[in-house]
């Protein structure tokens, strides 16, 4: 079967840096996803990666390791805003979507 | 970057009534448009694939005769709620597929039937 995996709920200080692993196993793949997602609101896309390696934008990075089936996003001078949930999705063969459950982050001040 | 509307934002009926959302894509033409129900503190799960000017693909254990989704034209896809009934109140949110790969969201629509 397909699964997304990813720590359910992260805490962290205001200023500091994060890294929110996920881990994958799917039919196929056609590129990795993160979504930004505050509560009461759809995700907002944040990354794509579909080639080995970190993709930086900004104070968001995005890795990714296709042999080893494994993403992480990192996110430096953490600011309370970026208190969320961030949603791993990988895109299957079919091109749809398969989500992670997310990623709870807690800043702290 | 590309944008995608939904209306209404939230409405709140009456248990046996029809609600119909509509999607939008406004600055680009998306054949391909997906809906979405998120409940709380879960993830987003995929109810149907909407293709326009075919049928809906329903994933499975979604009641096609209940949620009729029609996407009559490259910018607009309507998703209608039949009889809704509490257990219907959620957030419904869609996405429109720009090219082969990049979704964009709609804000979402949160449905409260009483």
């Known amino acids: 079967g397909q699964n997304i995996d990813q720590p359910t709920e992260m805490t962290a200080t205001e200023g500091a840096i994060v890294q929110i692993n996920c881990t994958y196993q799917t039919s196929g793949f056609n590129g990795l996803f993160w979504y930004q997602q505050h509560a009461g609101e759809a995700p907002t896309f944040l990354s794509y990666n579909v080639l080995d390696g970190l993709e930086e934008k900004g104070r968001f990075s995005s890795f990714l390791s296709r042999s080893k089936g494994y993403s992480y996003l990192l996110l430096k001078e953490l600011q309370m805003k970026d208190s969320a949930s961030y949603l791993c999705?990988?895109?299957?063969?079919?091109?749809?979507?398969?989500w992670g459950a997310g990623t709870k982050l807690i800043i702290k001040p | 970057g590309a944008v995608v509307s939904q209306h209404p934002s939230w409405v709140i009926c009456k248990s046996g009534t029809s609600v119909k959302i509509e999607c939008r894509s406004l600055?680009?033409?998306?054949?391909?448009m997906f809906w979405y129900r998120q409940f709380p503190k879960q993830s987003l799960m995929l109810m149907a694939t909407?293709?326009?000017?075919?049928?809906?693909?329903?994933e499975q254990g979604v009641e096609k005769d209940k949620f009729l989704i029609n996407h009559a034209s490259l910018t607009l896809s309507t998703l209608t709620v039949t009889s809704a009934h509490p257990e219907d109140s959620s957030f419904y949110i869609c996405s429109a597929l720009a090219g082969d790969v990049e979704q964009f969201f709609g804000p979402g629509t949160r449905l409260t039937v009483l």
């Open positions: 600055d680009f033409q998306a054949t391909t």
């Open positions: 999705a990988v895109m299957d063969s079919n091109y749809q979507l398969i």
């Open positions: 909407s293709n326009e000017g075919s049928k809906a693909t329903y």
